[in-house]
Every structure is written in structure tokens, then in C-alpha cells.
């Protein structure tokens, strides 16, 4: 101890635990760094969205989750060592993956292969470490370069001819300019924007050309994020624009007589014409109708075609992973029986106390031992309720009614809160907040006897709320619900 003069033995091995401490607790901060600009892709092509720690530091037994609006489902999950498919959402599935074996120096750059416009927005990369976590968010900005601009004359307006054009396969929606063959900007009319199921929009737009001399236009459209334009031109034949007859201002003072009489031949004349060119432009129309109506068609169909082919790959996963996959409530009820309800008067409400004698909906049958089932409770316009599942183990045991103790399994609604609450009388097991995004009018609730699953989901959006799994049922079991809140808590 010569080289600490004046501290004890004691006061030295304090001294040193504190550095450690501090040094240990120093090494364990992280924060995590993404892109400091938005990450654009092609649609159909692959992008790569970047994230790692600060400072670089191995992630291997870390929990990173990249997610969208919610933490689950999610666009992957890292957990265990490896990456779990559990949470993931259906339309991610086999196009996400960590880039590299660079995890080991902290770096968890998510892939996502043939990006869709539905893709395009912000991402949330997470890294958690015990009881440590932190985050950043990632854009992603999709562009969609559409097909090459269809411009064809629709026919003569307002003293010129109405040329329109069009193209479809666009994301975001783009912008179209007119261009006259000197190189001067058109005035156009307002465009108009169709979404397609993909999320791709279609736009027309249309402009009147009424100077002959600036005969050759072309129509040019412009993706807004990549500034990449796509353009064609149209040669517009001069016969097509009204003409004027230039001597008879000259003569309409001088020879009347000879004015009327050539007027009435010009008029027949120019009848003839204008006739003549509306039977053309008719005729090109008619073509033109015609054969963009094939297009289209076409078009649908192989769309259709397309979306029922995804529908169904989509059904066929689900089907094989329906228990992990927490989503498509509608799907889901296929494998569950609905179940026949009574709804109660509520007139009356109990007191908190007497937690059972409240519930305001019954079986259509003496209880639930077995099975998979669901059934919908709504809720619209009620600023309290409780709903779940009560389990009475008395059923079976033939215990008295004195010793009778009821479980609890609820998601409850509090003004603007919302609650999970596992309890058997007073008597709290479990007891957290739920994350619900949008206002619900009908809460759906799956019910898994053999897995021993109670699982609430937000028929307002579709989204999983919360699910109880960890618990074994031993009795008969009922559905719940009540328009009041559940007054118990761990803090009162």
C-alpha cells in the first residue's frame, strides 16, 4: 500500500470497486446510428437499410427487432442467437434478412429484397440488452418509374385540338409538363390520379394545342423523388386545326355580291371538310378506345390473376403457421367455432367486489371445457368496459360454492387507457397497460382450450392487442364482459 500514502486497506478495496463499477457500467452504454438521409429504391430491386451501435460492440446475444407503426407483428426479429419468424408479418416473410456476419461488431442492416410500394415509409431499428434499449428510425422512399407516356389526340376544342397522355405504374404520384417544339412549357389542364392495388398510380393528363405552327408537343412525366422522366411526342397534321379563309376580310367591303356567293361555296366547302375530319378523328378514336379497352383488360385480368395467386399463397402460409401468426383475424376464425351468446340487461351494475355477479353476456351452453372458439363483444361509444374470460375451477373439483375462487383473464378500457388483468379475487397475477392504436367498436376474442391461448384483437384495424399464454387451465371456462372498468390494482 506505499503507493496509496495516507489510505487503508479498506478504504483502497472501496476505492477500486468503484472503479470498476463505473467502468463496467461505462461499457455497457450503447446508442445505435442510422442513415442520415432517406434510403431510396427502385421498386422491384433491393434495398438495404443501415444500422449499428455506437460504439461498436458485439450484438450477438442482443434482441434486435426493425419494426413499422408497432412492435409486433414486425419486419424481423433477432432473438436467441438467430432469427425468429413468430412476430413476423406475412408480406416480410422470406424477402427480409440481416446483412453479412457483421453482427458480431454491432451492425443489424436489414435487406429487403424486391421492394414494393407498400414498403415505402419508416422503419424503427431496436437493439435491447437486458434491461437496456434503444433505437433509430430509417425512410425509406420507394420510386416507381412508370411505362413510357401514351399521347394521342382525343379531337378539335376550343379553336385548337385536345391532345391527351397518359401512363400508369408510377410511385409516388409524379408530375407531368407539356412542351411545345420551340421548347416553351404548355399550360395543361388539371391532372387526374388513379391507385391501382398495388399502391402504383395511373395519371392522365390533357392540353389544347390551338397554334398550328407549334404542331409537335411532347408530354413528359417525372418521378418527384429521382427527378428520372419519361417522355413521348406527337406531330399533330395540320388539316386537323379549324381553318380560316384569309381574303375575305379583304373583300367583304368590295364584292359583296361576290363575297356571299363564295361564302355560301367556302361554307359548303369548308362543311364538307369539318365533317370529313370528324369522321377521322372518330374513326382514330374509335381505334384508339378500342384498343386501349384491350389493354386494360388485359391488364385487369392479369392483375386479377396476380392478386388471387398472392391471396392465396398468403392463405396456404397462414394455414401452416396460423398459431404464430398473430394477425388476419378473419383468417383465423377458420379454425375456431363461433360461440352463441346472451346478452344481459345492464340496467345494474355490481359493485367492484363482486367481480362475477356483473358479467352482462352468457353461454348459449353450460360452459367451455375443451376446444378452440371465438365470439365478438361490442363496444362502440362505451367509455368503460371490461371483456375476457373467467374460469371456475369449482365445476370440476365439486369444491362448495363457499370456497368457489373465480380467475380472471380481461383487457379492460379505462377514457383512454387501456389495461391487461389477470386476478382471482383480489388477488393480482398479472397486471400491465396495452398499446391499442385506433378506437375499438368490437373486440373479438379467440379462446384455445388444449393450448391453453386467450387472445384479443382490435376489429377496428385488425390488430392483435394481447394474448395469455403462460397459464394451464384446470376448469370450465365463460366469456365476460361488462360496461364498467375493473377497479383493482397492485398500487391501490
Given at each position: 500500500?506505499?503507493?496509496?500514502?495516507?489510505?487503508?486497506?479498506?478504504?483502497?478495496?472501496?476505492?477500486?470497486?468503484?472503479?470498476?463499477?463505473?467502468?463496467?457500467?461505462?461499457?455497457?452504454?450503447?446508442?445505435?446510428?442510422?442513415?442520415?438521409?432517406?434510403?431510396?429504391?427502385?421498386?422491384?430491386?433491393?434495398?438495404?437499410?443501415?444500422?449499428?451501435?455506437?460504439?461498436?460492440?458485439?450484438?450477438?446475444?442482443?434482441?434486435?427487432?426493425?419494426?413499422?407503426?408497432?412492435?409486433?407483428?414486425?419486419?424481423?426479429?433477432?432473438?436467441?442467437?438467430?432469427?425468429?419468424?413468430?412476430?413476423?408479418?406475412?408480406?416480410?416473410?422470406?424477402?427480409?434478412?440481416?446483412?453479412?456476419?457483421?453482427?458480431?461488431?454491432?451492425?443489424?442492416?436489414?435487406?429487403?429484397?424486391?421492394?414494393?410500394?407498400?414498403?415505402?415509409?419508416?422503419?424503427?431499428?431496436?437493439?435491447?440488452?437486458?434491461?437496456?434499449?434503444?433505437?433509430?428510425?430509417?425512410?425509406?422512399?420507394?420510386?416507381?418509374?412508370?411505362?413510357?407516356?401514351?399521347?394521342?389526340?382525343?379531337?378539335?376544342?376550343?379553336?385548337?385540338?385536345?391532345?391527351?397522355?397518359?401512363?400508369?405504374?408510377?410511385?409516388?404520384?409524379?408530375?407531368?409538363?407539356?412542351?411545345?417544339?420551340?421548347?416553351?412549357?404548355?399550360?395543361?389542364?388539371?391532372?387526374?390520379?388513379?391507385?391501382?392495388?398495388?399502391?402504383?398510380?395511373?395519371?392522365?393528363?390533357?392540353?389544347?394545342?390551338?397554334?398550328?405552327?407549334?404542331?409537335?408537343?411532347?408530354?413528359?412525366?417525372?418521378?418527384?423523388?429521382?427527378?428520372?422522366?419519361?417522355?413521348?411526342?406527337?406531330?399533330?397534321?395540320?388539316?386537323?386545326?379549324?381553318?380560316?379563309?384569309?381574303?375575305?376580310?379583304?373583300?367583304?367591303?368590295?364584292?359583296?355580291?361576290?363575297?356571299?356567293?363564295?361564302?355560301?361555296?367556302?361554307?359548303?366547302?369548308?362543311?364538307?371538310?369539318?365533317?370529313?375530319?370528324?369522321?377521322?378523328?372518330?374513326?382514330?378514336?374509335?381505334?384508339?378506345?378500342?384498343?386501349?379497352?384491350?389493354?386494360?383488360?388485359?391488364?385487369?385480368?392479369?392483375?386479377?390473376?396476380?392478386?388471387?395467386?398472392?391471396?392465396?399463397?398468403?392463405?396456404?402460409?397462414?394455414?401452416?403457421?396460423?398459431?404464430?401468426?398473430?394477425?388476419?383475424?378473419?383468417?383465423?376464425?377458420?379454425?375456431f367455432k363461433s360461440v352463441k351468446l346472451t346478452v344481459k340487461n345492464d340496467k345494474e351494475e355490481t359493485?367492484?367486489?363482486?367481480?362475477?355477479?356483473?358479467?352482462?353476456?352468457?353461454?348459449?351452453?353450460?360452459?367451455?371445457?375443451?376446444?378452440?372458439?371465438?365470439?365478438?363483444?361490442?363496444?362502440?361509444?362505451?367509455?368503460?368496459?371490461?371483456?375476457?374470460?373467467?374460469?371456475?375451477?369449482?365445476?370440476?373439483?365439486?369444491?362448495?360454492?363457499?370456497?368457489?375462487?373465480?380467475?380472471?383473464?380481461?383487457?379492460?378500457?379505462?377514457?383512454?387507457?387501456?389495461?391487461?388483468?389477470?386476478?382471482?379475487?383480489?388477488?393480482?397475477?398479472?397486471?400491465?397497460?396495452?398499446?391499442?392504436?385506433?378506437?375499438?367498436?368490437?373486440?373479438?376474442?379467440?379462446?384455445?382450450?388444449?393450448?391453453?391461448?386467450?387472445?384479443?384483437?382490435?376489429?377496428?384495424?385488425?390488430?392483435?392487442?394481447?394474448?395469455?399464454?403462460?397459464?394451464?387451465?384446470?376448469?370450465?371456462?365463460?366469456?365476460?364482459?361488462?360496461?364498467?372498468?375493473?377497479?383493482?390494482?397492485?398500487?391501490?
Amino acid at each position: 500500500m506505499a503507493a496509496f500514502p495516507g489510505i487503508s486497506p479498506a478504504g483502497f478495496l472501496v476505492l477500486l470497486l468503484f472503479q470498476v463499477c463505473t467502468w463496467s457500467s461505462a461499457v455497457s452504454q450503447f446508442s445505435v446510428k442510422g442513415p442520415s438521409q432517406p434510403v431510396r429504391a427502385l421498386l422491384g430491386a433491393d434495398a438495404t437499410l443501415p444500422c449499428s451501435l455506437v460504439p461498436e460492440q458485439s450484438a450477438v446475444n442482443m434482441h434486435i427487432r426493425w419494426y413499422r407503426t408497432q412492435l409486433s407483428p414486425a419486419v424481423l426479429v433477432y432473438k436467441d442467437r438467430q432469427e425468429q419468424d413468430g412476430e413476423q408479418m406475412l408480406e416480410y416473410r422470406d424477402r427480409t434478412k440481416l446483412l453479412g456476419t457483421s453482427i458480431d461488431k454491432g451492425d443489424a442492416s436489414l435487406l429487403i429484397q424486391q421492394v414494393r410500394a407498400s414498403d415505402d415509409g419508416q422503419y424503427r431499428c431496436q437493439f435491447k440488452d437486458g434491461s437496456m434499449s434503444e433505437e433509430t428510425t430509417v425512410q425509406l422512399q420507394v420510386i416507381g418509374l412508370g411505362s413510357t407516356p401514351q399521347v394521342y389526340m382525343t379531337g378539335p376544342e376550343e379553336n385548337g385540338i385536345r391532345v391527351l397522355c397518359s401512363s400508369s405504374g408510377w410511385f409516388p404520384k409524379p408530375s407531368v409538363r407539356w412542351i411545345n417544339k420551340a421548347g416553351g412549357e404548355l399550360k395543361s389542364l388539371p391532372e387526374s390520379f388513379t391507385e391501382d392495388d398495388k399502391g402504383l398510380f395511373h395519371v392522365e393528363s390533357s392540353v389544347i394545342v390551338t397554334d398550328s405552327s407549334m404542331n409537335n408537343v411532347t408530354c413528359s412525366i417525372q418521378n418527384p423523388l429521382s427527378g428520372q422522366q419519361i417522355a413521348s411526342a406527337i406531330i399533330l397534321p395540320e388539316p386537323f386545326f379549324p381553318r380560316m379563309c384569309p381574303w375575305k376580310a379583304a373583300t367583304l367591303g368590295t364584292v359583296p355580291v361576290l363575297l356571299l356567293l363564295l361564302a355560301g361555296v367556302s361554307y359548303t366547302g369548308w362543311r364538307k371538310h369539318q365533317a370529313k375530319e370528324r369522321a377521322i378523328i372518330r374513326k382514330k378514336k374509335e381505334l384508339e378506345e378500342r384498343d386501349q379497352m384491350k389493354i386494360e383488360k388485359e391488364a385487369a385480368l392479369q392483375t386479377r390473376g396476380k392478386l388471387k395467386e398472392e391471396l392465396a399463397r398468403r392463405k396456404r402460409l397462414y394455414d401452416l403457421d396460423w398459431k404464430k401468426a398473430l394477425i388476419y383475424p378473419d383468417w383465423r376464425k377458420e379454425h375456431f367455432k363461433s360461440v352463441k351468446l346472451t346478452v344481459k340487461n345492464d340496467k345494474e351494475e355490481t359493485t367492484p367486489s363482486n367481480q362475477g355477479d356483473s358479467n352482462l353476456i352468457t353461454l348459449n351452453q353450460e360452459d367451455i371445457t375443451s376446444g378452440r372458439f371465438y365470439w365478438e363483444v361490442d363496444v362502440e361509444d362505451t367509455e368503460e368496459w371490461t371483456v375476457g374470460v373467467y374460469e371456475d375451477s369449482t365445476k370440476r373439483s365439486g369444491a362448495s360454492e363457499d370456497s368457489q375462487r373465480k380467475k380472471f383473464r380481461i383487457l379492460e378500457k379505462k377514457g383512454n387507457n387501456y389495461r391487461i388483468l389477470s386476478y382471482c379475487l383480489q388477488e393480482i397475477s398479472r397486471e400491465e397497460p396495452a398499446e391499442v392504436e385506433k378506437i375499438p367498436n368490437k373486440i373479438m376474442v379467440f379462446l384455445d382450450y388444449e393450448d391453453s391461448d386467450i387472445s384479443f384483437y382490435n376489429m377496428a384495424d385488425g390488430n392483435h392487442i394481447f394474448s395469455f399464454t403462460e397459464d394451464t387451465f384446470s376448469g370450465s371456462l365463460y366469456p365476460y364482459f361488462k360496461r364498467k372498468s375493473t377497479e383493482l390494482s397492485r398500487n391501490a
